[in-house]
């Protein structure tokens, strides 16, 4: 019998579903994986698989790339079925992107018991599609595991009851931890290595590259930085493909500004460990480069992940080219906030979401 349903569906997910997998392995909790396909690449997709170690899915639902409506309901639509036949006890998602609500509301509307892994993040921004989904996510949820303390507070003042909720650290970074000595060396990457040291740079978020004012002056602050460091930038599809759109695709060939497709998990992790900075929309990276000791400045006005800069390395800056070079230039004179490992991100959340799981499922 299955008991528990993992899904993901998008790179954010698979380093916060390797550990998960691994430590229910050893628990044991009868477990079986889902991958919807949301992924727009399934070779980067095996890349992960296959780097962090994460069993094959049983089943892949080859969902495919869409607008957020008919993505989400092309996923509700094949996920039932699976869940007709499979009858978990539960279904577990992770993070925030389609994939996540669109199977929890299939599971909630069914009966099925819904568990939430990364809940309670909040930017208090609903022009982001990330936002809506964890809100409602974690509303239809029955058991909700936190990553920081503050993520209480946010589902106590949306009606939630504390006892669903556990804190247990941050699974994201029991991945980065096994993994890092594995890490890539940036010379293999790039060939040789900067001698005078490179930002990391990822960009994907609409806010930023969809409006070609904003893509253009990110552009080229990122060609003021690369006056001074290189500029490593894996360049997401759709970043390229706006670029090209607007008229800027020249602003990307501007001396010291390296691009480079997707990286593989560790490629990219090695990166980011020999990195002076790192420079991006992404919430993921926020994470890590905090875990790492890494200077991390994030081009947008919020962020769902405070404890990166109450006690990490994260600096936001939006959009602004003022803001972001300020910080770089205090970056590179004082190297930048070091910070601190925020509570229980020691590597072991999964054991801890497996163990208080087990326990939960012996219950009901």
Known sequence: MTEILCVVGARPNFMKIAPIMAAFAAQPIATKLVHTGQHYDPAMSDSFFDQLGIPRPDVNLEVGSASHAVQTADIMRAFEPVLDV?????????????STIACALVAAKKGVKVIHVEAGLRSQDRTMPEEINRVLTDQI?????????SALANLLREGIAEERVQFVGNVM?????????????????????????????????PSNVDDPATLRRLLETLATIANAVDVVFPIHPRTRAAAERHGLAGLLAAPGIRLLPPQGYLEMLGLMVEATLVLTDSGGLQEETTALGVPCITVRENTERPITISEGTNTLTGPNPEKILACFREILASGGKRGRLPENWDGHAAKRIAAHLRVWLDSI
């Open 86 to 98: 499979e009858k978990p006890r539960a279904v577990l998602v992770v993070g925030d992107v389609n």
């Open 141 to 149: 949820s029955d058991l909700l595991y936190t990553t920081e303390r």
């Open 173 to 205: 970074i029991d991945t980065l931890r096994a993994h890092l000595e594995r890490a890539v060396p940036v010379a293999k990457t790039l060939g040789v290595k900067p001698a005078r040291g490179h930002a990391v740079v990822t960009l994907h978020r």
